[in-house]
């Protein structure tokens, strides 16, 4: 069966330090994949979707940039990290047709 | 980028209750998911509806799906204190990238 992996689960990082959060997918191949952050309270927002390696597709202009450098690990990364930048990331993959996302138990950062 | 609204934002109902959760989306999409999430937690997904008409059903929780009107609605009988939670639907554009909306946030009341 497939499963995905995201972590760390927790993260605090002062402001202006890097960031790399990863996630990876198990038990399938060529799936799609999606970086969400989540504010507090707040909907879900696209970062990032990726529907191979080194295919990546950029929502929101930010200091925040994806890679995938293998079929089945998705990496968000910062150079410098803002305060702005807390919230609660999800990582979520789908294969090819009509099936839903499926999500990791996400990455809740806090930049202080 | 395609718009998803959801109303209400919050929800508070008394168990026994029902109600319903509706989702507008701006442009032409064939398919809806519906999602839920727990305080603290990710994302489960609730229902896939694939087709102008679809409904499907689990429980206490209905969804259906109205292409034409760019409308879904989750539809909750009878509610109970498990159904806490706040849900989500999400629409996706041609190249699949999934939007979702605002989310509801329900609290069932004893």
């Known amino acids: 069966s497939q499963t995905i992996h995201q972590w760390p689960a927790t993260l605090v990082q002062p402001v202006g330090s890097p960031l790399s959060l990863e996630c990876t997918v198990e038990?399938?191949?060529?799936?799609?994949l999606y970086w969400y952050r989540q504010a507090a309270g707040r909907g879900l927002q696209l970062l990032f979707y990726?529907?191979?390696?080194?295919?990546i597709s950029s929502e929101v202009p930010q200091n925040l940039s994806a890679s995938r450098p293998q079929d089945r690990q998705f990496i968000l990364s910062s150079k410098k990290l803002l305060l702005s930048d807390s919230g609660f990331y999800l990582c979520?993959?789908?294969?090819?047709?009509?099936?839903?996302?499926?999500f990791g138990n996400g990455t809740r950062l806090t930049v202080t | 980028e395609l718009k998803v609204e959801q109303n209400p934002l919050f929800l508070s109902m008394q168990e026994g209750k029902n109600y319903t959760i509706y989702c507008n989306y701006s442009t032409t999409s064939d398919r809806l998911y519906w999602y839920r999430q727990d305080p603290g937690k990710s994302l489960e997904s609730l229902f896939v509806l694939l087709s102008n008409g679809a409904v499907k059903q689990e429980g206490r929780l209905m969804a259906s799906l109205d292409t034409k009107a760019r409308l879904s609605t989750l539809h909750i009988t009878a509610a109970v204190h498990d159904l806490s939670a706040t849900y989500f639907c999400?629409?996706?554009?041609?190249?699949?990238?999934?939007?979702f909306g605002t989310g509801t946030s329900l609290t069932v009341i004893p």
């Open positions: 990726s529907v191979g390696i080194g295919q």
């Open positions: 979520a993959w789908r294969p090819w047709g009509a099936s839903p996302l499926h």
């Open positions: 999400a629409a996706p554009n041609t190249g699949n990238q999934f939007y």
């Open positions: 038990g399938t191949s060529n799936p799609n």
